[in-house]
Protein backbone atom coordinates (compact mmCIF):
# COMPACT_ATOMS: atom_id res chain seq x y z
CA UNK A 1 0.00 0.00 0.00
CA UNK A 2 1.49 3.34 -1.07
CA UNK A 3 2.03 5.51 1.64
CA UNK A 4 -0.43 8.71 1.92
CA UNK A 5 2.35 11.68 2.05
CA UNK A 6 -0.54 14.09 3.92
CA UNK A 7 -1.16 12.09 6.48
CA UNK A 8 2.36 11.41 7.45
CA UNK A 9 2.97 14.88 7.34
CA UNK A 10 0.12 15.98 9.37
CA UNK A 11 0.86 13.34 11.78
CA UNK A 12 4.14 14.81 12.18
CA UNK A 13 2.97 18.21 12.45
CA UNK A 14 0.11 17.66 15.07
CA UNK A 15 2.98 15.41 17.43
CA UNK A 16 5.21 18.43 17.03
CA UNK A 17 2.05 21.03 18.11
CA UNK A 18 1.57 18.53 20.84
CA UNK A 19 4.97 18.54 22.51
CA UNK A 20 5.26 22.19 21.72
CA UNK A 21 1.44 22.48 23.85
CA UNK A 22 2.48 20.11 26.49
CA UNK A 23 6.28 21.54 27.17
CA UNK A 24 5.00 24.79 27.39
CA UNK A 25 2.36 24.00 29.70
CA UNK A 26 5.59 22.12 31.65
CA UNK A 27 7.79 25.51 31.85
CA UNK A 28 9.85 23.37 29.27
CA UNK A 29 11.28 24.78 26.18
CA UNK A 30 10.51 22.32 23.44
CA UNK A 31 13.53 22.45 21.68
CA UNK A 32 14.74 20.43 24.48
CA UNK A 33 12.43 17.55 23.90
CA UNK A 34 13.45 15.25 20.78
CA UNK A 35 11.03 13.61 18.61
CA UNK A 36 12.00 10.00 17.24
CA UNK A 37 9.73 8.00 14.98
CA UNK A 38 9.50 4.97 15.85
CA UNK A 39 9.09 3.44 12.61
CA UNK A 40 8.88 -0.63 13.13
CA UNK A 41 6.81 -2.30 10.53
CA UNK A 42 5.99 0.76 8.34
CA UNK A 43 7.70 0.02 4.88
CA UNK A 44 10.68 2.68 3.77
CA UNK A 45 8.51 4.80 1.28
CA UNK A 46 6.86 5.84 4.88
CA UNK A 47 10.02 6.87 6.48
CA UNK A 48 11.11 8.70 2.99
CA UNK A 49 8.01 10.92 3.46
CA UNK A 50 8.21 12.02 6.65
CA UNK A 51 11.83 13.02 6.04
CA UNK A 52 10.82 14.90 3.52
CA UNK A 53 8.41 16.85 6.17
CA UNK A 54 11.65 17.53 8.21
CA UNK A 55 12.00 14.33 10.25
CA UNK A 56 15.35 12.89 10.52
CA UNK A 57 15.56 10.29 13.45
CA UNK A 58 14.23 6.87 12.89
CA UNK A 59 13.76 4.55 15.62
CA UNK A 60 13.65 0.51 14.64
CA UNK A 61 12.23 -2.60 17.07
CA UNK A 62 13.46 -5.19 14.38
CA UNK A 63 17.49 -5.85 13.54
CA UNK A 64 16.22 -6.86 9.46
CA UNK A 65 13.48 -5.41 9.10
CA UNK A 66 15.59 -1.84 9.80
CA UNK A 67 19.09 -3.35 7.80
CA UNK A 68 16.44 -3.74 5.32
CA UNK A 69 15.22 0.44 5.61
CA UNK A 70 18.96 1.24 5.99
CA UNK A 71 19.93 0.08 2.94
CA UNK A 72 17.20 1.41 0.57
CA UNK A 73 17.07 4.63 2.44
CA UNK A 74 21.11 5.12 2.54
CA UNK A 75 20.58 8.29 0.29
CA UNK A 76 19.57 9.99 3.18
CA UNK A 77 21.36 11.29 6.45
CA UNK A 78 18.68 9.57 8.43
CA UNK A 79 20.24 9.17 12.49
CA UNK A 80 19.09 5.81 12.90
CA UNK A 81 18.56 4.29 16.58
CA UNK A 82 17.84 0.98 17.33
CA UNK A 83 15.22 1.23 20.34
CA UNK A 84 14.19 -2.97 20.43
CA UNK A 85 15.45 -5.61 22.86
CA UNK A 86 18.95 -6.41 21.74
CA UNK A 87 19.91 -10.48 21.21
CA UNK A 88 23.79 -11.34 21.68
CA UNK A 89 23.65 -12.73 18.13
CA UNK A 90 22.66 -9.28 17.06
CA UNK A 91 25.38 -7.01 18.60
CA UNK A 92 27.68 -6.62 15.42
CA UNK A 93 24.95 -5.90 13.06
CA UNK A 94 23.56 -3.64 15.21
CA UNK A 95 27.00 -1.96 16.34
CA UNK A 96 27.80 -1.33 12.53
CA UNK A 97 24.47 -0.04 11.82
CA UNK A 98 23.01 2.53 14.36
CA UNK A 99 24.18 5.20 15.95
CA UNK A 100 22.26 4.86 18.78
CA UNK A 101 21.06 1.70 21.38
CA UNK A 102 18.21 2.69 23.75
CA UNK A 103 17.91 -0.42 24.63
CA UNK A 104 21.11 -1.65 27.09
CA UNK A 105 20.10 -4.26 30.08
CA UNK A 106 23.16 -5.60 31.11
CA UNK A 107 26.84 -6.08 30.61
CA UNK A 108 27.34 -8.82 28.02
CA UNK A 109 25.26 -6.58 25.38
CA UNK A 110 27.54 -3.45 26.44
CA UNK A 111 30.62 -5.48 25.92
CA UNK A 112 29.88 -7.21 22.86
CA UNK A 113 28.47 -3.70 21.38
CA UNK A 114 31.74 -2.31 22.41
CA UNK A 115 33.96 -4.94 20.85
CA UNK A 116 32.09 -4.92 17.38
CA UNK A 117 31.57 -1.27 17.01
CA UNK A 118 34.05 -0.25 14.04
CA UNK A 119 37.33 1.86 14.99
CA UNK A 120 35.78 4.42 12.19
CA UNK A 121 32.73 4.93 13.45
CA UNK A 122 32.12 7.45 16.52
CA UNK A 123 31.22 5.90 19.88
CA UNK A 124 27.74 4.26 19.81
CA UNK A 125 25.47 6.31 21.71
CA UNK A 126 23.84 4.54 23.96
CA UNK A 127 21.08 4.63 27.04
CA UNK A 128 20.50 2.19 29.66
CA UNK A 129 16.85 0.23 29.51
CA UNK A 130 15.45 0.26 33.16
CA UNK A 131 12.54 -1.91 33.88
CA UNK A 132 10.34 0.56 36.05
CA UNK A 133 7.49 -1.15 36.32
CA UNK A 134 8.77 -4.93 37.92
CA UNK A 135 7.27 -7.09 34.77
CA UNK A 136 9.15 -10.07 34.03
CA UNK A 137 8.00 -10.52 30.42
CA UNK A 138 9.72 -6.39 29.98
CA UNK A 139 13.43 -6.33 29.25
CA UNK A 140 15.66 -3.54 31.38
CA UNK A 141 18.21 -3.46 34.70
CA UNK A 142 16.33 -3.06 37.82
CA UNK A 143 16.46 0.43 39.16
CA UNK A 144 18.85 -0.54 42.12
CA UNK A 145 21.03 -1.98 39.46
CA UNK A 146 21.31 0.92 37.14
CA UNK A 147 24.59 2.48 38.81
CA UNK A 148 26.56 -0.55 38.66
CA UNK A 149 25.75 -1.25 35.11
CA UNK A 150 26.53 2.33 34.09
CA UNK A 151 29.93 2.64 36.18
CA UNK A 152 30.53 -0.80 33.95
CA UNK A 153 29.67 0.93 30.69
CA UNK A 154 31.75 4.24 30.87
CA UNK A 155 34.63 2.24 31.16
CA UNK A 156 34.19 0.46 27.59
CA UNK A 157 35.86 2.15 24.89
CA UNK A 158 33.64 2.25 21.97
CA UNK A 159 30.43 3.52 24.20
CA UNK A 160 28.73 6.80 25.24
CA UNK A 161 26.42 6.83 27.93
CA UNK A 162 24.27 9.72 27.15
CA UNK A 163 21.12 8.30 29.50
CA UNK A 164 18.05 5.96 30.62
CA UNK A 165 15.03 4.47 28.44
CA UNK A 166 11.75 2.72 29.82
CA UNK A 167 9.28 1.03 28.36
CA UNK A 168 6.22 1.41 31.55
CA UNK A 169 3.24 -0.66 31.65
CA UNK A 170 0.68 -0.06 29.93
CA UNK A 171 -2.14 1.03 31.62
CA UNK A 172 -5.20 4.02 31.49
CA UNK A 173 -4.27 4.53 35.83
CA UNK A 174 -2.01 7.72 34.76
CA UNK A 175 -1.20 7.87 38.76
CA UNK A 176 0.91 4.78 37.82
CA UNK A 177 1.81 5.82 34.35
CA UNK A 178 3.26 9.39 36.36
CA UNK A 179 5.13 7.06 39.11
CA UNK A 180 6.84 5.17 36.53
CA UNK A 181 8.14 7.92 34.52
CA UNK A 182 8.98 9.81 37.81
CA UNK A 183 11.06 6.05 38.67
CA UNK A 184 12.97 6.55 35.67
CA UNK A 185 13.92 10.59 36.46
CA UNK A 186 14.95 9.36 39.48
CA UNK A 187 17.79 6.94 37.86
CA UNK A 188 18.57 9.46 35.83
CA UNK A 189 19.13 12.24 38.51
CA UNK A 190 20.91 9.33 40.48
CA UNK A 191 23.50 8.89 38.07
CA UNK A 192 24.40 12.38 37.23
CA UNK A 193 25.03 12.78 41.28
CA UNK A 194 27.23 10.00 40.97
CA UNK A 195 29.00 11.90 38.07
CA UNK A 196 27.93 10.62 34.85
CA UNK A 197 27.57 12.75 31.93
CA UNK A 198 23.97 12.13 30.89
CA UNK A 199 21.62 14.75 28.60
CA UNK A 200 18.92 12.42 27.34
CA UNK A 201 15.83 10.53 29.17
CA UNK A 202 13.81 8.26 26.59
CA UNK A 203 10.67 7.96 27.46
CA UNK A 204 6.58 8.46 26.16
CA UNK A 205 5.15 7.10 23.42
CA UNK A 206 2.25 8.48 21.22
CA UNK A 207 -0.68 7.58 24.41
CA UNK A 208 1.62 8.81 27.26
CA UNK A 209 3.99 11.35 25.89
CA UNK A 210 1.82 13.92 27.70
CA UNK A 211 2.86 12.44 31.42
CA UNK A 212 6.26 11.94 29.80
CA UNK A 213 7.30 15.39 28.93
CA UNK A 214 5.60 16.74 32.22
CA UNK A 215 7.74 14.35 34.09
CA UNK A 216 11.19 15.41 32.13
CA UNK A 217 11.28 13.14 29.32
CA UNK A 218 14.00 14.76 26.56
CA UNK A 219 13.20 12.16 23.99
CA UNK A 220 9.85 10.59 22.99
CA UNK A 221 9.40 7.73 20.67
CA UNK A 222 6.08 8.49 18.73
CA UNK A 223 5.22 5.50 16.39
CA UNK A 224 1.12 5.46 15.86
CA UNK A 225 0.56 9.20 16.06
CA UNK A 226 2.46 10.01 12.99
CA UNK A 227 2.00 7.06 10.57
CA UNK A 228 -0.77 5.07 11.84
CA UNK A 229 -1.96 2.02 12.97
CA UNK A 230 0.63 -0.78 12.84
CA UNK A 231 1.20 -2.61 9.94
CA UNK A 232 0.78 -5.78 11.75
CA UNK A 233 0.99 -8.93 10.85
CA UNK A 234 4.62 -8.46 9.33
CA UNK A 235 4.43 -9.24 5.72
CA UNK A 236 5.32 -13.02 5.07
CA UNK A 237 8.37 -11.70 3.12
CA UNK A 238 9.86 -10.18 5.78
CA UNK A 239 9.52 -12.64 8.25
CA UNK A 240 10.67 -15.14 6.28
CA UNK A 241 13.91 -13.24 5.81
CA UNK A 242 13.62 -12.35 9.34
CA UNK A 243 14.06 -16.47 10.23
CA UNK A 244 16.54 -16.99 7.96
CA UNK A 245 18.75 -13.83 8.94
CA UNK A 246 18.19 -15.71 12.67
CA UNK A 247 19.33 -19.22 11.19
CA UNK A 248 22.32 -17.56 9.56
CA UNK A 249 23.43 -15.25 12.37
CA UNK A 250 24.50 -17.44 15.29
CA UNK A 251 24.52 -16.70 19.15
Not at 219 to 247: C, H, M, S, W
Request: proline share 6%.
Amino acid sequence: MEPNTTTIALGLQKVRARIESIAGKAGRRPETITLLAASKTNPAECLREAFAAGQTIFGENYLQEALMKIEALRDLPIEWHFIGPIQSNKTKRISENFAWVHSVDRKKIADRLSKDRPESLPPLQVCLQVNVSGEDSKSGVAPEDVSDLAAYIVKLPHLKLRGVMAIPELTKATALQRSQFRMLREAYDQLKREGHDLDTISMGMSEDLDIAIEEGATTVRVGTAIFGPRRYPIPEELAAQQRNFDKETPG
